[in-house]
């Protein structure tokens, strides 16, 4: 990897340590010192979880009130990097490691780098880097301003992925994350810059361009197409299949009541297209 001169002048501390920032789990944006570099791991899934440069080498991340520590490890956790399980690699800038439901990123410790991250983790869902469910409501509001100004007929839609609770019982954690990316991949390149969002866990929600009777055949279509992603696991390709629910979105329509009521019917939905009045 190719590491870029910083300007003239820049203080030399921010470049000796770099920073390891939660970007997913319960204290997003807290993070901690390196001492060196790069970060090396040993071991792979099912054994221990050795960072090099980091004391004490053997480490088990601990939730508390004041945020993230690192401690000596308890049981045995399962790693990845960049969403790939691995038994041995190095992790640089900007990639991530995946300990159990945590993701980390690594990123240089200074007061720009870590300002960046905590934009993105305020905005983006951490495990997909789709809007989390904030920020889609923010991209909405200022599309539907767009739309209604200009004539053009609104529909929203969300599909909820089931068996995702089956696959990380199964499968583990990493094994959940990898597949939401991969979706939530399949997802951006079919819908281009609609706002699109992961929301309340195992939901995807976009607001499209026309209305309920144009766009349910699309919206169907891409419905059964999540079935067709697959991440491979120690035993093998795994997939989830997804229900979906549509609804018109004309202008003054409360879109929060609107959204309330396509979960509700996406809970008792157990296959199909729904169509929420």
Same mark, same amino acid.
């Given at each position: &990897?190719?590491?870029?001169?910083?300007?003239?002048?820049?203080?030399?501390?921010?470049?000796?340590? %770099?920073? =390891?920032?939660?970007?997913?789990?319960?204290?997003?944006?807290?993070?901690?010192?390196?001492?060196?570099?790069?970060?090396?791991?040993?071991?792979? #899934?099912?054994?221990? #979880?050795?960072?090099?440069?980091?004391a004490p080498c053997?480490?088990?991340?601990?939730?508390?009130?004041?945020?993230?520590?690192?401690?000596?490890?308890?049981?045995?956790?399962?790693?990845?990097?960049?969403?790939?399980?691995?038994?041995?690699?190095?992790?640089?800038?900007?990639?991530? =490691?995946?300990?159990?439901?945590? @993701?980390?990123?690594? #990123?240089?410790?200074?007061?720009?780098?870590? %300002?960046d991250v905590l934009?993105?983790?305020?905005?983006? %869902?951490?495990?997909?880097?789709?809007?989390?469910?904030?920020?889609?409501?923010?991209?909405?509001?200022?599309?539907?301003?767009?739309?209604?100004?200009?004539?053009?007929?609104?529909?929203?839609?969300?599909?909820?992925?089931?068996?995702l609770a089956e696959?990380?019982?199964?499968?583990?954690?990493?094994?959940?994350?990898?597949? =939401?990316?991969?979706?939530?991949?399949?997802?951006?390149?079919?819908?281009?810059?609609?706002?699109?969002?992961?929301?309340?866990?195992?939901?995807?929600?976009?607001?499209?361009?026309?209305?309920? %009777?144009?766009?349910?055949?699309?919206?169907?279509?891409?419905?059964?197409? @999540?079935?067709?992603?697959?991440?491979?696991?120690?035993?093998?390709?795994?997939?989830?299949?997804?229900?979906?629910?549509?609804?018109?979105?004309?202008?003054?329509?409360?879109?929060?009541?609107?959204?309330?009521? &396509?979960?509700?019917?996406?809970?008792?939905?157990?296959?199909?297209?729904?169509? #929420?009045?």
């Amino acid at each position: &990897m190719t590491l870029v001169a910083p300007p003239e002048g820049t203080p030399r501390r921010t470049l000796d340590a %770099d920073a =390891l920032v939660v970007v997913h789990g319960r204290a997003v944006g807290c993070k901690f010192e390196l001492r060196r570099r790069q970060v090396t791991i040993g071991g792979g #899934v099912g054994d221990d #979880v050795r960072l090099d440069g980091l004391a004490p080498c053997v480490v088990r991340l601990d939730r508390s009130p004041a945020g993230w520590s690192v401690t000596c490890l308890a049981d045995t956790l399962e790693v990845a990097i960049d969403g790939s399980v691995a038994s041995r690699g190095a992790l640089p800038i900007d990639s991530e =490691l995946w300990i159990d439901t945590a @993701i980390l990123r690594l #990123v240089p410790s200074s007061p720009e780098a870590y %300002d960046d991250v905590l934009f993105r983790v305020s905005t983006l %869902d951490g495990v997909t880097g789709l809007a989390n469910q904030r920020w889609l409501h923010e991209l909405v509001g200022r599309d539907r301003v767009r739309a209604d100004r200009a004539g053009v007929p609104l529909s929203l839609a969300s599909f909820r992925l089931v068996g995702l609770a089956e696959i990380g019982a199964t499968h583990g954690p990493v094994a959940v994350h990898r597949l =939401l990316r991969a979706l939530a991949v399949r997802l951006r390149a079919t819908l281009g810059d609609r706002p699109l969002g992961r929301v309340q866990g195992a939901c995807f929600t976009v607001l499209l361009e026309g209305n309920l %009777d144009a766009r349910y055949p699309f919206v169907d279509t891409l419905r059964r197409a @999540i079935a067709d992603v697959a991440v491979e696991t120690e035993r093998g390709p795994t997939h989830v299949r997804a229900v979906a629910a549509i609804a018109d979105v004309p202008a003054g329509r409360d879109l929060d009541a609107l959204a309330a009521r &396509m979960a509700e019917r996406l809970a008792t939905t157990v296959a199909g297209l729904v169509v #929420v009045d």
